[in-house]
């Protein structure tokens, strides 16, 4: 009970921070010091809050704290009051004043947004929007982002820092071409959440914590921008695909792929509103890539069984979805859906095609080979499969997918042995 008071406590504290940071930067500026202040104030929470519970206004208690923390900071700096009074001279009186005790006014709703758009500033690297995003807005420490971005805290620490340095004299507020950056924004959010639900490395497929803060923030954007339908895509996306977390890996953590798993884990609530969510924005016309991407994701949801799979609809979605991102992993996926629909041998062609232009870059993973080592597998040349396996087992860091890789492989050397024929992944 104390460690879910804990996790309750700093949720409620996490979902301020946008709010509280956004108060603080208007007030004073100093976007690298207001942070800074706000990670403290988040610390101080984090120590207080699930033994004294959550204040009856965290929200202007969390500022209180903040503020004296940057005021503290501001004071030593030369200049401090020329600056503090030229800031307070420009500043809307109410833009920082905490609510009193028990009064309801709602923070400036497009905070969330506003840093966002900050975080994810043209002159930052993916990389680094993503690292800042999860410390500026999604309330992460330093050392928390660390370990979400696989990195050590130090080397965090100095992206973060240099992140901040470039950032300062940006003023807060939604950039003239907002409406241009906001791809970005969704973006970074979808490389959150994929780097959550399939972990690029180490010993566990998905990481549930980084994909829970992925999906969290989508749904703030999603509320502060109902209508539109990209970002409602990607939130249904996001629910659809994280609707199955709970099958994709059996009792040992190995990889359980999709047509294996048991349906009855997924979850439903998830799914019906991932469901909802793509339909609506479907509705509204032209739609964008996560859209489509949602839409494909809701075809395998619906399904019954994974022979019910209706991959002749997943393929025209895929055909739609090419023309508009034709990158190497939806013409990738495409390829899958053409093996599904016309056979393994047109898939493979396609995959041939795909790979033709660079086939030895290192940088193109492993997931070819994978889908290559599947539609050999399909076509009955195993061993052609099984050296396609063992290369893309070579070439993942992951260990539950290199596992899952070699077993594949391995379960092919005798494929005659077993009576299987066509063995379906």
């Known amino acids: 009970m104390e460690r879910e008071a804990e996790s309750g406590a700093l949720r409620a504290a996490r979902d301020l921070v946008p709010s509280v940071l956004g108060a603080l930067v208007r007030r004073y500026g100093h976007f690298d010091a207001a942070e800074d202040a706000v990670q403290e104030a988040l610390i101080a929470a984090a120590g207080q809050w699930p033994e004294r519970g959550v204040p009856e206004n965290p929200r202007g208690w969390l500022i209180k704290v903040a503020a004296r923390r940057l005021t503290d900071t501001l004071r030593s700096e030369e200049a401090r009051r020329r600056r503090e009074e030229q800031v307070v001279a420009l500043a809307p009186r109410d833009t920082f004043t905490a609510p009193p005790p028990g009064a309801e006014r709602a923070p400036r709703e497009d905070d969330t947004l506003t840093l966002l ?56 507020g939604r950039p003239g071409n907002w409406a241009g950056r906001l791809p970005a924004v969704l973006h970074t959010l979808y490389l959150i959440f994929n780097e959550g639900y399939t972990a690029t490395s180490g010993p566990h497929l998905q990481r549930r914590e980084l994909a829970g803060e992925a999906v969290r923030l989508t749904r703030t954007v999603h509320r502060l921008l109902p209508d539109d339908s ?97 990158g190497p992993v939806e013409r990738l996926n495409r390829a899958v859906a053409v093996a599904m629909v016309h056979g393994p041998r047109a898939g493979l062609a396609e995959v041939d095609a795909l790979t033709a232009a660079d086939p030895g870059d290192p940088g193109r993973g492993h997931r070819p080979d994978a889908v290559r080592g599947h539609l050999l597998e399909r076509a009955g040349e195993y061993g052609a499969a099984r050296a396609a396996y063992e290369s893309a087992a070579a070439r993942t860091l992951s260990m539950p997918e290199r596992r899952y890789l070699l077993s594949r492989a391995a379960r092919l050397r005798q494929p005659e042995r077993d009576g299987q024929g066509d063995v379906r992944p």
């Open 230 to 326: 990209e970002v409602a895509g990607l939130l249904a996306l996001m629910l659809l695909t994280d609707a199955r977390r709970d099958a994709r890996t059996g009792p040992d953590g190995d990889l359980v792929p999709l047509d294996e798993q048991d349906r009855g884990r997924w979850d439903k609530a998830e799914i019906e509103e991932g469901v909802e969510l793509v339909t609506r924005a479907l509705e509204r016309g032209r739609p964008g890539p996560y859209q489509l991407r949602a839409a494909i994701a809701a075809v395998h949801d619906e399904a019954p069984t994974a022979d019910a799979t209706d991959w002749r609809e997943i393929l025209g979605l895929y055909d739609i979805l090419v023309r508009l991102v034709p």
């Open 117 to 172: 758009f900050l975080c994810c500033h043209p002159e930052l690297t993916a990389s680094t929007q993503i690292a800042l995003t999860l410390r500026a807005v999604g309330g992460l420490t330093t050392a928390e982002v660390a370990r979400a971005c696989l990195v050590p805290e130090a080397t965090m620490a100095q992206r973060i820092s240099r992140a901040k340095r470039k950032l300062r004299g940006v003023s807060l």
